[in-house]
């Protein structure tokens, strides 16, 4: 009898997943699990940013060596997560369970506003920093070198790896961290624009950002065609996000 296909998935709330239009419906890792006989492990939980995604991969890794295939989906860009202090205290070694509660999100930010820290001295000396700027360009370099990393660590390990870009990877895809990926990793073959710009168009978004519950099974069938298959999709390349899913302009797209 053939052992099942050992998959870790991570991502944000596409992928936990957040359905406005079937609370109990199941998302896409379970649906592809169950249509494909595939032992599938979801790391997904909402608000996660991308530089924690790609972390906990590589550190599921380490942790669970004999894994077959990793599933990396990239959220917004505009999303930070730091180490919740309070939380510190409960990493124990070799524990994988133990790593992953320690984050906090910061709401993403807009092109208005700048990204400071203050440092807490206790004193009148208490010093605000900018530690950035709110495109975040500094999280786009962050997760290219992570990315990198992941997809390095898995080609030396051999386990698949396929990564579904949401969003647009945009000038970073010139960056020698994104090219030196495999772009057959890419579940999206034209990066210009990602996922969530094909679902848009494809299916209807009843809170404006997470999809209905059919969207789940056409996620589980591009991811589960590009596991078996290396299929890509290539979507239209128009910005339809900017249309704030008004339903006049919208047209079903497949290919």
């Known amino acids: 009898m053939t052992e099942k296909l050992k998959i870790v998935i991570n991502g944000c709330s596409h992928t936990k997943a957040h359905i406005p239009d079937n609370e109990h419906g199941k998302p896409w890792p379970i649906i592809m699990g169950e249509e494909n006989n595939w032992d599938v492990r979801n790391l997904a939980t909402n608000g996660k940013a991308n530089t924690e995604i790609i972390e906990e991969l590589l550190r599921y890794i380490a942790h669970f060596p004999k894994t077959d295939y990793v599933v990396c989906q990239l959220t917004e860009w505009r999303r930070m997560n730091f180490y919740n202090r309070s939380s510190s205290n409960k990493w124990i070694p070799g524990k ?9 999100k910061i709401p993403a930010g807009g092109n208005e506003l700048d990204l400071t820290v ?13 530690i950035g700027d709110s495109e975040l360009l500094h999280e786009r ?5 992570l990315a990198n990393a992941l997809y390095q660590v898995c080609k030396a390990n051999g386990i698949g790896l396929t990564i579904v870009n949401m969003h647009s990877i ?3 895809k010139f960056d020698p961290v994104w090219l030196g990926i495999d ?17 848009l168009w494809s299916y209807s978004t009843p809170d404006t ?22 299929e890509r999709l290539n979507v239209i390349e ?17 290919d």
């Open 183 to 199: 772009k057959d990793c890419f579940l999206i073959k034209n990066k210009r624009f990602g996922l969530y710009n094909h679902l």
């Open 238 to 254: 128009k910005d339809y996000d900017a249309t704030h899913n008004i339903f006049e302009h919208r047209v079903a797209v497949y």
């Open 170 to 172: 945009g000038q970073a």
């Open 209 to 230: 950002f997470h999809f209905e519950h059919l969207s789940h099974y056409e996620i589980a069938y591009r991811v589960a065609n590009h596991i078996k298959h290396k």
């Open 118 to 130: 203050y440092r807490d001295t206790g004193t009148v000396h208490e010093r605000k920093i900018r």
């Open 96 to 104: 994988f369970e133990s790593h992953t509660p320690f984050y906090e």
């Open 141 to 145: 370099i962050t997760t290219g070198s």
